[in-house]
């Protein structure tokens, strides 16, 4: 059974509460730490009028990273169906013959 629990992070310098599943607590945690790095990344690199700025590219970035991984998962789906289908039809040759 899972069960929620409030935790406390820090996002640019301001706290936030969430409520979580204790299993997904460590991976918000990282995602946490990833979100702040790309937000010091893009503040060290870019002018920026203020923090919105900063959200706004971190945001499009890790938005623009879980696509691109979705799209390499899609494809890669596919071709693993496209060969188990293949093996599937010479196995099926394999045994008809037998």
């Known amino acids: 059974m899972q ?3 409030n935790i406390k992070v820090i996002i640019a310098g301001r706290p936030y509460q969430l409520s979580v ?3 997904e607590e460590e991976l ?3 995602a946490v730490e990833l979100v702040n790095k790309t937000i010091k990344e893009y503040a060290a690199t870019f002018h920026y009028k ?3 700025d900063l959200f706004a590219m971190t945001a499009l970035q ?3 990273n879980s696509m691109r991984l ?3 998962k899609s494809f890669k789906d596919g071709e693993m ?3 188990l289908s ?3 039809q010479l196995l099926s040759e394999h045994l008809d013959q037998g």
């Open 81 to 83: 169906e496209k060969k």
């Open 3 to 5: 069960t929620k629990q």
């Open 50 to 52: 203020d923090q919105q």
């Open 28 to 30: 918000v945690r990282k």
């Open 86 to 88: 293949q093996i599937d």
């Open 21 to 23: 599943e204790r299993e």
């Open 62 to 64: 890790h938005v623009a």
């Open 70 to 72: 979705e799209n390499e």
